[in-house]
């Protein structure tokens, strides 16, 4: 078997044949974010509007749980896909197998350090006495379940690097089914509150990580499990690839605050009502974006560590002349389509409803810019270069958003909080450019 037939990475691509490559990533992305709105519902209407605000309250450790996994996902991913497109295939199975364990590693220790300090952990994200009870209940079980949180964030990546996009939709899918049903069962049913929401989010997790895990061991595809060498330059090139991703949901954390706070003063609750809309719309559309490029990313590796350049750049060209495409599409879908997406979170409520259309008028501009930047910083993750990647998903999702929303609304008010993230998107891309033209010699992605 020759290693085109062997390895579906060293297939030479063209634009219908890398679309349908990413497709089931894309499609993963989609629905994951899909239940999770589907799982919020489930919290707001059948617990309490308590538990909801609880879920927000110990967000920041999910976050840094998910921040940590996609971190050595993305770069160790980078890492294992140019060692394989090098022909180094043991040593990328090695480096594989290392990555996993210490993956599962990590989560462990977050699961003892979180139940060790659960008290002080809540306090310290500002629960009040009304809170805690709920937050206590959620992040215990959360905490317990950590590690399969782990894994499935980095199966996610890794099917892709193997070769295997559509087994991870399909686990994706699966996880995502028995989220809703195990949701309809602990929290209808069988009326177990805050708890059972978090188990029924646990069991999603188990799925795609037992199965994952089964999948590699049975040495099925070219990357598999094997006895790794304990070579701590791997993880370190793998986290500092992937630091972006980490930053990124630290960022989120911390500008949903500011997002929060601001509208707060200017409009009350029904601004934080109006906000939480945008947000999450914007979560679900950018999945889009985020799943392409997790999909296309080890291709650019793949391609990059073979030192198959003419293949490097027909990739990178389709890539951002997809971006391109889709953006327009997701621009004019969320611009025209804003009025009935408010509907759908706040039709009962007209000053939410009001707030929320208008906003997305203003709002939606961001989506022509931030599919670019995206891309990019996965692309420079691909490339194994994570500062350049870091700096662009630093700056978008925090640095520059940081500054409009503590500026703009004194001026402006509520267009001020509209403004940010379009305004942040913009300033980011014209960095991107620089940084794109800065490398491209570098390599020879154009």
């Known amino acids: ?41 489930f919290v707001a209407r059948f617990v309490d509007t308590n538990a909801l605000s609880s879920i927000n309250i110990v967000c920041p450790v999910i976050n840094l749980i998910v921040g940590l996994g996609t971190m050595l996902a993305t770069g160790g991913s980078a890492v294992v896909a140019k060692k394989m497109g090098n022909g180094n295939t043991e040593e990328a199975r ?15 220790l977050i699961t003892a350090a979180g139940l060790l300090f659960l008290d002080e952990i809540i306090w310290g994200l500002g629960a009040s006495e009304i809170l805690f009870p709920y937050c206590r209940d959620y992040l215990t079980v959360q905490l317990i379940f950590a590690t ?102 630290c960022s989120t954390a911390v500008t949903t605050f500011l997002f929060n706070v601001t509208m707060m003063k200017l409009l009350g609750e029904d601004g934080v009502a109006a906000i939480t809309v945008l947000i999450y719309s914007q979560f679900l559309l950018t999945t889009l974006y985020i799943g392409f490029s997790m999909g296309t990313a080890p291709v650019v590796s793949y391609n990059y560590g073979s030192g198959n350049v003419k293949q490097l750049k027909k990739t990178v060209r389709i890539c951002f002349s997809f971006i391109a495409g889709i953006s327009i599409f997701v621009f004019l879908f969320s611009l025209f389509g804003g009025e009935s997406i408010a509907k759908v979170f706040a039709e009962n409520n007209r000053n939410v409803f009001e707030i929320t259309k208008n906003g997305f008028v203003i709002f939606s501009f961001s989506f022509l810019f931030s599919g670019c930047n995206i891309f990019s ?35 402006l008010k509520v267009t001020g909080i509209w403004l940010a993230v379009p305004l942040a998107e913009f300033f980011t891309l014209m960095l991107t450019v620089y940084l794109l033209c800065r490398h491209r010699k570098q390599y020879h992605y154009f």
């Open 1 to 41: 078997m020759t290693e085109t037939q062997k390895n579906p990475l060293a297939e030479s691509f063209n634009a219908l044949s890398l679309i349908r490559f990413a497709f089931p990533s894309m499609v993963m992305m989609l629905f994951m974010g899909l239940y999770t709105i589907v799982d919020t519902i």
């Open 94 to 108: 090695s480096n594989f197998t290392l990555i996993v364990v210490a993956g599962a590693v990590i989560g462990l």
């Open 148 to 249: 399969f949180n782990m894994m499935q964030v980095l199966y996610q990546n890794l099917f892709v690097t193997a070769g295997k996009p559509a087994l991870g939709l399909a686990l994706a899918v699966l996880a995502g089914i028995a989220n809703i049903v195990f949701d309809y069962v602990f929290i209808v049913l069988l009326r177990m509150g805050i708890k059972g929401a978090a188990i029924g989010t646990g069991i999603g997790y188990m799925i795609p990580s037992i199965i994952g895990t089964i999948f590699f061991l049975m040495k099925r595809s070219e990357l598999h499990f094997c006895k790794p060498d304990m070579d701590a330059s791997v993880l370190l090139k793998s986290c500092s690839n992937g630091v972006s991703e980490l930053v990124s949901q």
């Open 377 to 411: 910083s996965a692309l420079f993750t691909a490339l194994s270069n994570g500062k350049a990647s870091a700096t662009i998903s630093f700056l978008r999702t925090f640095g520059f958003i940081t500054v409009f929303l503590l500026a703009l609304p004194r001026f």
